[in-house]
């Protein structure tokens, strides 16, 4: 074979890997924009929505100069309210030139104490809600209203000694209906207490099961519940 053939070989032969792994990249993106995880999908097509609650000591633990959350004596804080799909993933990152006013920021601050927050939980989760800033976060509000927190978990002056299956019964004994196919338990590292994420219907805000990939990520035994401040 010619140097000439040997070069038009190879050429033909490094186009035909090239073109293949565009072909599956693409797929792979197309892929994480069906589940969720590329910042890809349409506002209002999706199935369920997740009510996420952050224990608001264990995040002050770690990020004390958060003024507007901490030291003010928070339990259980709206983290946020997030369109899921039932198969699993979430669509987020939806296109909206639209951003929450100073109204609903102020409204929302009581229960989700930081401008931040509130601004990215639109921006990733709530312009995919099919609703404005102000209707999103009214029914935020709403979602967070019907959630009755344990009296073990209101504003614990010491650490609860509480394993995840224990908060998920307290949870389920004051909230009827809730079952624990309905609500997830989030640990960090496994074993201080983060969040309590429950399953709500996208229309009237019920509580439903969960779709794939909520679960939760604890360890057994007991948890660290750091005490409210």
């Not at 312009?127 to 976060?137: I, Q, R, T």
């Amino acid at each position: 074979m010619s140097g000439k053939s040997k070069f038009t070989s190879f050429c033909t032969v490094a186009l035909g890997l090239v073109l293949a792994f565009a072909a599956a990249t693409g797929a792979d993106a197309r892929s994480k924009g069906k589940h969720g995880n590329s910042g890809e999908g349409r506002p209002g097509r999706f199935d369920y929505y997740v009510v996420s609650l952050s224990w608001s000591p264990s995040y002050c633990a770690v990020h004390p100069d958060e003024p507007q959350q901490c030291g003010k004596g928070y339990g259980f804080v709206l983290h946020g309210l997030w369109p899921q799909y039932r198969s699993g993933g979430w669509p987020q990152n939806c296109s909206t030139s639209s951003e929450p006013d100073e109204a609903t920021v102020t409204q929302m601050l009581p229960i989700m104490p930081s401008r931040h927050l509130i601004e990215h939980e639109w921006q990733t989760h709530g312009a995919c809600s099919g609703h404005d800033p102000k209707e999103y976060f009214a029914l935020a509000e709403d979602a967070f209203s019907r959630v009755t927190i344990p009296q073990a978990l209101k504003t614990p002056a010491t650490s609860p000694q509480l394993t995840a299956d224990d908060v998920t019964k307290a949870f389920m004994d004051v909230n009827p209906g809730l079952e624990d196919n309905m609500i997830s338990v989030q640990c960090k590292d496994g074993g201080t207490l983060e969040e309590v994420r429950i399953c709500v219907d996208k229309d009237n805000l019920s509580v439903k099961s969960c779709g794939g990939r909520v679960r939760n990520s604890c360890r057994a035994g007991k948890l660290a519940i750091p005490a409210v401040r």
